[in-house]
């Protein structure tokens, strides 16, 4: 099993940036990616991006040129680093790591528990 923990968060202005972390402890050996995804209650939770082993990226167009996701490997953590932050940004954002299966795709291995980031207007 994968144990995760998440530190940052918290209340912002409009504008300003914040920095979320994620360290990752248990069975690391069966991670391939690491994610972030955020969500608002009565909403479904929603992922905004994803790193690969290597490096590789993704981001939800809602956002891309904004956020950014980093590993280390060697520590076993994962980051997102968040810039202009807008209200609508508001959510409890949670940090997930999958294992791939050639055989069943994606497989969803932990969830952390979520960090709440509120930005005022």
């Known amino acids: 099993q994968v144990q995760l923990v998440e530190s940052g968060g918290g209340l912002v202005q409009a504008g300003e940036s914040m920095r979320l972390s994620c360290s990752a402890s248990?069975?690391?050996?069966?991670?391939?990616?690491m994610a972030w995804f955020r969500q608002v209650p009565g909403k479904k939770r929603d992922l905004l991006a994803r790193?690969?082993?290597?490096?590789?990226?993704y981001y939800a167009d809602s956002v891309k040129g904004r956020f950014t996701i980093s590993r280390d490997n060697t520590k076993n953590t994962v980051s997102l680093e968040m810039n202009s932050l807008k209200p609508e940004d508001t959510a409890r954002y949670f940090c997930?790591?999958?294992?791939?299966?050639?055989?069943?795709?994606?497989?969803?291995?932990?969830w952390g528990q979520g960090t709440q980031v509120t930005v005022s207007s």
């Open positions: 997930n790591v999958q294992r791939q299966s050639p055989t069943i795709g994606t497989v969803n291995l932990a």
């Open positions: 248990g069975s690391i050996a069966d991670v391939d990616d």
């Open positions: 790193i690969t082993w290597d490096g590789k990226t």
